[in-house]
């Protein structure tokens, strides 16, 4: 509204003037945009703003820098596979995080009730929280997105590749654990480790197989 209508009619403009955004919003913007478009360069930024603030509620909520470092990963898979899922106009992102960290929190609190608790655990929480510091960023993204990305393999491929990385089996132990034909592990060995590749190495995401 001009300044002559204020002097001409004696009304004032009503409302408060638009915000500009900070840099740092801008900042926010440009990660959720690379988030949301698979860019692990953006969710590797992402990790490491956020990351150290997951895994310090983790640890204070549960009391084991091992199990924070679990639950951790675990926020960070959840966002990698429900990116789309989050809206800017809801909240920061950062808040979104803190929501999935406190979701991850209950479910590990709640395991607990369903295995036996050791002895040995009880009174460790403060040595723990100021013990171990959080896992290297580059080697939770590479968890996230390597688990991510087995999910999504064909079941026979996926079983063979977790018995290789997981249980440490050569291909002749998958072959006899299995009951499958040597090159039968052979084979899913190779395809699935190149669909490993592209899916890593292009941020792409298919489908889980069945």
Do not use: N
């Not at 690379?34 to 549960?62: I, N």
């Not at 979701?103 to 929280?129: S, W």
Request: glycine share 10%.
């Amino acid at each position: 509204m001009s300044s002559t209508f204020t002097r001409d009619t004696g009304v004032r403009p009503t409302g408060p003037p638009p915000r500009a955004r900070s840099s740092a919003e801008d900042d926010e913007a440009e990660l959720v945009r690379g988030l949301r478009a698979a860019d692990q360069d953006a969710f590797a930024a992402v990790y490491r703003r956020w990351g150290p603030l997951v895994h310090t509620m983790a640890t204070r909520s549960l009391g084991d820098s091992h199990e924070a470092e679990d639950v951790t990963q675990q926020v960070f898979l959840g966002a990698w596979r429900g990116r789309d899922g989050y809206h800017p106009e809801r909240g920061s992102l950062g808040g979104w995080l803190v929501g999935i960290t406190r979701r991850k929190i209950v479910d590990a609190l709640a395991a607990r009730t369903r295995r036996p608790t050791p002895h040995d655990t009880v009174g460790q929480g403060d040595e723990d929280l100021v013990g171990r510091p959080a896992a290297a960023p580059d080697d939770v993204l590479d968890r996230v997105l390597l688990v991510d990305a087995l999910s999504r393999l064909p079941r026979s491929q996926r079983e063979v590749l977790c018995m290789a990385f997981y249980q440490d089996l050569t291909q002749a132990g998958i072959a006899e654990r299995t009951g499958l034909p040597l090159g039968t592990v052979k084979s899913h060995t190779r395809r699935g480790l190149h669909r490993l590749r592209t899916a890593i190495g292009q941020g792409v995401r298919t489908e889980p197989q069945g």
